[in-house]
């Protein structure tokens, strides 16, 4: 492998871990939460849980009695389990988006950089094409792939694009 991919590796690795560091401690427990109650030792416990509460209070164990003959409180029990695991996740998952958008806008300025650097190779490569007398060099669409790409104009254009197809 290129050692400039192994030190892009490593540099992407060693900034996961400092945003990892850099959590504190309720988001870190909110992902350590959200990442047992995705498990399947969860849902064991909770088939385990939810199987005995159901199994004794219908009464199908000998010598020991119901404690929640009406379920009642089975219900409230999963309810309120519920809304905290919900909350965990929503937790997780805006730290998920965060860490997405930062991708997101890493990959667009990686993208603009190699524009950018294409465009220029373009541009040296019509010039020496043109001292060489290539006749490729004059073709229009070199010229157009020489101009730089104004991200602002890329998105005016895309918007246009979709009022024109909301219109229809």
Known sequence: MARVVE????????????????????????HAITRFAGSMTFVLLHVVFYGSWITINLGAIPGVPPF?????????????????LSAF??????????????????????SLLAEHEIT????????????MNVAAAHDPEL???????????????MAAHEQVAEAD
């Open 7 to 30: 030190r892009n590796i490593r540099a992407l690795l060693e900034h996961r871990r400092e945003v990892e560091r850099r959590a504190g401690w309720p988001e870190r427990l909110a």
């Open 68 to 84: 929640d003959p009406s379920f009642v409180g089975l219900a409230m029990e999963a309810s309120v389990e519920a809304l905290f």
């Open 89 to 110: 996740i929503l937790i997780t998952q805006n730290r998920m988006m965060a860490a997405a958008a930062e991708r997101a806008d890493l990959d667009l300025q990686i």
């Open 120 to 131: 220029r190779v373009i541009t040296l490569v019509q010039e020496m094409a043109k001292k």
């Open 143 to 157: 010229r157009e792939l020489a101009e730089d790409v104004h991200p602002e104009r890329v998105l005016q254009t």
